[in-house]
């Protein structure tokens, strides 16, 4: 306080998970891997663990609602990232709030879980397209999702390509197109798109057990939105949170004889994650 330094706050809007390997709490402990502040507003509660999600309740828009205005009205919010935003009320809140307060966005469009539970109410894909989606700087879908927001398949190294030039013309904001569920070869690659310009972003796989996967995506965006809180040039920001999911994979912990879950790594695998122009 005495030298004017203060430490980033970064926000994140989305569904709690209940088995703490997604949403919020992936979100948080990502916050606090990058030594940054960590806010939340949860949007829904889910009974979930890696393996299946057995019930969701969403939260009253009010509620939303009055958790964003309590954390933007008092705190410097330096980037918020949104995940898991559930119906159409709660996305045009958000959106809404966002523009008002002039956030700094990573939208993570999460759509459908790991294991097939729909996670957006279908009207509320196209409020996110008119309404959120143009505010953001950055957008992380999987290839899932880039596909209902797209309306093509996207199944070759090309048409990832297309796809994420797509997005950023489409809603001019930066892109991190998930390569997640198309893995080949020995290397994972991710496509981004910024101001216009493509770029491929790999690291190798990891070798772990399917359920250890669980909350990658969460984490890839919390990491982004945190790098870019602390100021670092998006090429930076992009490789930190690409190295930050590779890293907690392949230091995973076990909880168990038959689940391991992915969790911050104690050492920087920047060295491991290639970002070069296509």
């Given at each position: 306080?005495?030298?004017?330094?203060?430490?980033?706050?970064v926000l994140t809007v989305a569904g709690s998970d209940s088995g703490g390997g997604a949403g919020i709490q992936a979100d948080l402990r990502t916050f606090h891997a990058f030594q940054v502040y960590g806010c939340s507003v949860i949007t829904a509660v889910t009974s979930q663990n890696p393996d299946e999600v057995r019930r969701v309740d969403i939260l009253p828009v009010e509620s939303v609602?009055?958790?964003?205005?309590?954390?933007?009205?008092?705190?410097?919010?330096?980037?918020?990232?949104?995940?898991?935003?559930?119906?159409?009320?709660?996305?045009?809140?958000?959106?809404?709030?966002?523009?008002?307060?002039?956030?700094?966005?990573?939208?993570?469009?999460?759509?459908?879980?790991?294991?097939?539970?729909?996670?957006?109410?279908?009207?509320?894909?196209?409020?996110?397209?008119?309404?959120?989606?143009?505010?953001?700087?950055?957008?992380?879908?999987?290839?899932?999702?880039?596909?209902?927001?797209?309306?093509?398949?996207?199944?070759?190294?090309?048409?990832?390509?297309?796809?994420?030039?797509?997005?950023?013309?489409?809603?001019?904001?930066?892109?991190?197109?998930?390569?997640?569920?198309?893995?080949?070869?020995?290397?994972?690659?991710?496509?981004?798109?910024?101001?216009?310009?493509?770029?491929?972003?790999?690291?190798?796989?990891?070798?772990?057990?399917?359920?250890?996967?669980?909350?990658?995506?969460?984490?890839?965006?919390?990491?982004?939105?945190?790098?870019?809180?602390?100021?670092?040039?998006?090429?930076?920001?992009?490789?930190?949170?690409?190295?930050?999911?590779?890293?907690?994979?392949?230091?995973?912990?076990?909880?168990?004889?038959?689940?391991?879950?992915?969790?911050?790594?104690?050492?920087?695998?920047?060295?491991?994650?290639?970002?070069?122009?296509?």
């Amino acid at each position: 306080m005495k030298n004017d330094v203060f430490l980033p706050a970064v926000l994140t809007v989305a569904g709690s998970d209940s088995g703490g390997g997604a949403g919020i709490q992936a979100d948080l402990r990502t916050f606090h891997a990058f030594q940054v502040y960590g806010c939340s507003v949860i949007t829904a509660v889910t009974s979930q663990n890696p393996d299946e999600v057995r019930r969701v309740d969403i939260l009253p828009v009010e509620s939303v609602r009055t958790q964003l205005e309590s954390v933007l009205d008092a705190i410097p919010v330096g980037f918020a990232k949104t995940g898991m935003l559930a119906d159409l009320a709660t996305v045009e809140c958000v959106a809404a709030l966002a523009e008002k307060y002039q956030l700094q966005l990573v939208v993570d469009p999460v759509m459908i879980s790991t294991s097939g539970t729909k996670l957006l109410e279908d009207r509320a894909i196209k409020a996110m397209q008119e309404k959120l989606f143009p505010l953001a700087k950055w957008l992380t879908p999987n290839i899932p999702e880039a596909e209902t927001i797209c309306g093509r398949k996207l199944d070759t190294p090309d048409a990832l390509a297309v796809g994420a030039m797509m997005l950023y013309e489409r809603y001019k904001c930066n892109c991190i197109l998930k390569s997640g569920h198309a893995i080949s070869g020995s290397r994972v690659t991710d496509i981004v798109c910024y101001e216009g310009k493509l770029f491929s972003l790999s690291s190798p796989i990891a070798d772990v057990a399917g359920n250890t996967t669980h909350g990658t995506g969460c984490s890839l965006s919390s990491a982004l939105a945190a790098n870019l809180a602390i100021g670092k040039s998006w090429k930076d920001a992009v490789i930190a949170a690409k190295a930050f999911v590779y890293g907690s994979l392949c230091e995973n912990v076990r909880l168990s004889h038959t689940l391991c879950q992915m969790y911050p790594p104690e050492r920087e695998y920047l060295d491991q994650v290639v970002c070069e122009a296509i």
